[in-house]
Structure formats: C-alpha cells, structure tokens
C-alpha cells in the first residue's frame, strides 16, 4: 500500500538562477511544472514570504503520493540542476494518526 508523503519546503533563488535570463528561468519553471504532473505532485499550498523573512523567498507543501513518487519527483530536479538554482530546507512526512 501507497502513504501519502507531504513535503514542506523553503527556498530561496542562488545567484546561479539570477545568471539566467528571463527565457531560462521560465524553461526551468515550466519544467517543474511538467515534473510535478508527471509524477503527481500535488502542491497543497506555496507562499511568497521574502517580504517577510530575509532568508527564505519562498514556502510551502507538497503531495505526493508515495515515497517512490517523491524520489522520482527528487530525481527530476537533479535532472534540471534545480539544486544549483536554489538552496532549501525540507522535511518529508506522513500523515500522523493516534492509532
């Protein structure tokens, strides 16, 4: 059986991703959303929070379906270079029950 695996993130864009012009940015954007599909990423909610916070750009969390939908979804990233782009934080779980 499947579980769910939520993902909550912060990001924040490298100098790397500012070295890009505005064309690039938005082939490595779409790209995500492409991979998102693909691999049934459902975003829960992202927020914009740089005007709040001079650390993180960007938060949220992610759906995924199963962890091997999650490692997939990872393994598409790399394939982009999202990692060169962006510094984040991440924390994987599964949803909690008292049973």
């Known amino acids: 059986m499947s579980e769910l695996v ?3 993130f912060q990001v924040r864009m490298n100098e790397a ?3 890009l012009s ?3 940015q938005n082939k490595v954007l779409n790209q995500l959303d492409v991979f998102s599909q693909k691999n049934g990423v459902e975003a829960v909610v992202v927020c914009e929070s740089g005007w709040s916070n001079d650390e993180w750009q960007f938060f949220g969390v992610n759906k995924h379906q199963s962890m ?3 490692r997939a979804h990872y393994k598409d990233l790399e394939s982009i270079q999202w990692f060169r782009y962006t510094a984040s934080k991440t924390i994987y779980g599964v949803p909690w029950s008292r049973e």
């Open 17 to 19: 991703w500012y070295q």
């Open 22 to 24: 505005q064309e690039q």
């Open 6 to 8: 939520y993902v909550m």
């Open 68 to 70: 091997e939908k999650a």
